[in-house]
């Protein structure tokens, strides 16, 4: 396989601000055994309606007319809806001394009643009442550097959160990246078995296998703990989207180069792996393959982010794929906003720019006050800057949303965009700064 001329791919950070210690590219070491996940249970979260006073259990089973009757009144007075617009009929029966419940969707009051009627017709049906809407309180987290994560005073994720009462639960992100240092403290249980597509930096020799979850950078270690990094545990540093889960594809060796064949061959196989969210904190030239894989991902509704670019101070030449038009992908391509909500001297300016996110100032010396604190392939953390650093926080937002609202990728895009604070000329800031909480619940 000839590899001349082929495009070249780089990490997109600010310049000079991380010394990455390996330079030849070789295969990673087989991934050690997966952490075992933290299993929550799924909460059933309806969409809000009027409050319905609740039916205790009656002393004496519910005769087949009565329980119709009332599953008919319960059902014709509440608003709340599933996400397929059923109501969610709850009935209660007694088995065994204890109270058996089931939530039904029904399509109309008439069809509740006929389901009561037929569990009320063995004579231990004892209420009947239609589920309501509970959702979890959050405050801001107690990781013990929190409070060094400006981000979170500039983009409100953890109003988000208890807007819609999840945190990115039960959605895969892809980071496509230098691979992610899977037994951190700080990500344990959050990265699943991932895997891997290098070259040797001459492209003669190709890598591939199971893996993803060393790295030997610290690149894609940090964007994934800015994604999912555990909240609330006292530790380090709080993801913006906890309850999401990392895919971690390695497509970058440990000096951060890489070949844009790899990093196709890394979404294509993100895609056709669970990954409803892809992080390319990446770029590099156009490339055919590359852009073949995002519209990939784009027939298959997973959303892509990608960096912006880190070239302000070099005459500004597009980064891709954040630059394909818009009748060529719907890749959303992330421009970074330093902690005054200000445009970094690193970054692209460009028409193709789609949001902004926090993405630090320049080269910082590892400050956490002007740069982006998240974890590290030594197990600690460190701070650094570049749209690499805000791509990543677009991500966990589209996660939000695709939590809460299943929304698809087209969808997450223009909601994203459509509700950013605006910062100024959109060649610097797309449409603003992005902002998970007015997205909302819906798309």
Same mark, same amino acid.
């Given at each position: 396989?000839? &590899?001349?001329?082929?495009?070249?791919?780089?990490?997109?950070?600010?310049?000079?601000?991380?010394?990455?210690?390996?330079?030849?590219?070789?295969?990673?070491?087989?991934?050690?055994?997966?952490?075992?996940?933290?299993?929550?249970?799924? @909460?059933?979260?309806?969409?809000?309606?009027?409050?319905?006073?609740?039916?205790?259990?009656?002393?004496?089973?519910?005769?087949? #007319?009565?329980?119709?009757?009332?599953?008919?009144?319960?059902?014709?007075?509440?608003? =709340?809806?599933?996400?397929?617009?059923?109501?969610?009929?709850? !009935?209660?029966?007694?088995?065994?001394?204890?109270?058996?419940?089931?939530?039904?969707?029904?399509?109309?009051?008439?069809?509740?009643?006929?389901?009561?009627?037929?569990?009320?017709?063995?004579?231990?049906?004892?209420?009947? #009442? =239609?589920?309501?809407?509970?959702?979890?309180? +959050?405050?801001?987290?107690?990781?013990?550097?929190?409070?060094?994560? &400006?981000?979170?005073?500039?983009?409100?994720?953890?109003?988000? &959160?208890?807007?819609?009462?999840?945190?990115?639960?039960?959605?895969?992100?892809?980071? =496509?990246?230098?691979?992610?240092?899977?037994?951190?403290? $700080?990500?344990?249980?959050? =990265?699943?078995?991932?895997? +891997?597509?290098?070259?040797?930096?001459?492209? @003669?020799?190709? +890598?591939?296998? $199971?893996?993803?979850?060393? #790295?030997?950078?610290?690149?894609?270690?940090?964007?994934?703990?800015?994604?999912?990094?555990?909240?609330?545990?006292?530790?380090?540093?709080?993801?913006?989207?906890?309850?999401?889960?990392?895919?971690?594809?390695?497509?970058?060796?440990? #000096?951060? !180069?890489? +070949?844009?064949?790899?990093? @196709?061959?890394?979404?294509?196989?993100?895609?056709?792996?669970?990954?409803?969210?892809?992080?390319?904190?990446?770029?590099?030239?156009?490339?055919?393959?590359?852009?073949?894989?995002?519209?990939?991902?784009?027939?298959?509704?997973?959303?892509?982010?990608?960096?912006?670019?880190?070239?302000?101070?070099?005459?500004?030449?597009?980064?891709?794929?954040?630059?394909?038009?818009?009748?060529?992908?719907?890749?959303?391509?992330?421009?970074?906003?330093?902690?005054?909500?200000?445009?970094?001297?690193?970054?692209?300016?460009?028409?193709?720019?789609?949001?902004?996110?926090?993405?630090?100032?320049?080269?910082?010396?590892? $400050?956490?006050?002007?740069?982006?604190?998240?974890?590290?392939?030594?197990?600690?953390?460190?701070?650094?800057?570049?749209?690499?650093?805000?791509?990543?926080?677009?991500?966990?937002?589209?996660?939000?949303?695709?939590?809460?609202?299943?929304?698809?990728?087209?969808?997450?895009?223009?909601?994203?965009?459509?509700?950013?604070?605006?910062?100024?000329?959109?060649?610097?800031?797309?449409?603003?700064?992005?902002?998970?909480?007015?997205?909302?619940?819906?798309?």
């Amino acid at each position: 396989m000839r &590899w001349a001329g082929r495009p070249r791919v780089a990490l997109v950070l600010g310049a000079a601000i991380a010394a990455f210690t390996a330079t030849a590219c070789f295969p990673p070491p087989p991934p050690p055994p997966p952490a075992e996940p933290c299993q929550s249970a799924g @909460a059933a979260s309806p969409s809000a309606g009027k409050s319905e006073p609740a039916r205790a259990p009656s002393d004496h089973p519910i005769p087949p #007319d009565q329980a119709g009757a009332q599953a008919r009144e319960v059902a014709s007075k509440t608003d =709340v809806r599933t996400k397929n617009g059923d109501i969610p009929l709850v !009935t209660v029966e007694e088995r065994g001394g204890k109270p058996a419940i089931t939530s039904t969707p029904v399509r109309s009051p008439d069809e509740a009643a006929s389901v009561a009627e037929q569990k009320a017709a063995d004579g231990d049906l004892h209420a009947v #009442d =239609v589920d309501k809407p509970v959702k979890a309180s +959050f405050s801001n987290p107690n990781d013990s550097l929190f409070n060094q994560q &400006w981000a979170f005073t500039k983009v409100p994720y953890v109003a988000a &959160w208890n807007t819609d009462a999840k945190q990115g639960d039960g959605v895969t992100v892809a980071d =496509v990246d230098t691979g992610v240092m899977a037994n951190h403290p $700080d990500l344990s249980g959050q =990265v699943l078995n991932g895997h +891997f597509f290098l070259h040797d930096n001459g492209g @003669a020799s190709s +890598f591939e296998g $199971d893996g993803g979850t060393t #790295d030997p950078s610290g690149h894609g270690t940090h964007v994934s703990g800015t994604i999912a990094a555990l909240s609330n545990n006292g530790t380090g540093v709080s993801g913006a989207a906890p309850g999401a889960k990392i895919l971690p594809v390695q497509v970058l060796c440990g #000096d951060g !180069t890489g +070949f844009s064949s790899d990093v @196709a061959s890394g979404i294509t196989w993100a895609v056709d792996h669970g990954a409803k969210v892809v992080n390319l904190s990446l770029g590099g030239g156009a490339d055919a393959s590359e852009l073949s894989a995002v519209q990939y991902a784009d027939q298959n509704n997973v959303v892509v982010v990608a960096a912006g670019g880190n070239d302000g101070q070099n005459n500004n030449p597009p980064s891709y794929p954040a630059a394909y038009s818009p009748s060529q992908s719907n890749v959303i391509a992330v421009a970074a906003t330093t902690n005054a909500n200000g445009h970094p001297a690193y970054g692209t300016i460009g028409n193709y720019l789609d949001i902004s996110a926090p993405g630090g100032a320049a080269p910082s010396n590892n $400050d956490s006050s002007i740069a982006v604190l998240s974890t590290w392939n030594d197990g600690g953390y460190h701070s650094i800057s570049g749209t690499s650093m805000a791509t990543p926080h677009v991500s966990a937002a589209a996660a939000l949303l695709i939590a809460a609202a299943n929304c698809t990728d087209s969808q997450v895009k223009t909601r994203l965009k459509a509700t950013a604070v605006p910062l100024g000329n959109a060649n610097t800031f797309g449409a603003g700064l992005v902002d998970p909480n007015a997205a909302g619940a819906t798309c």
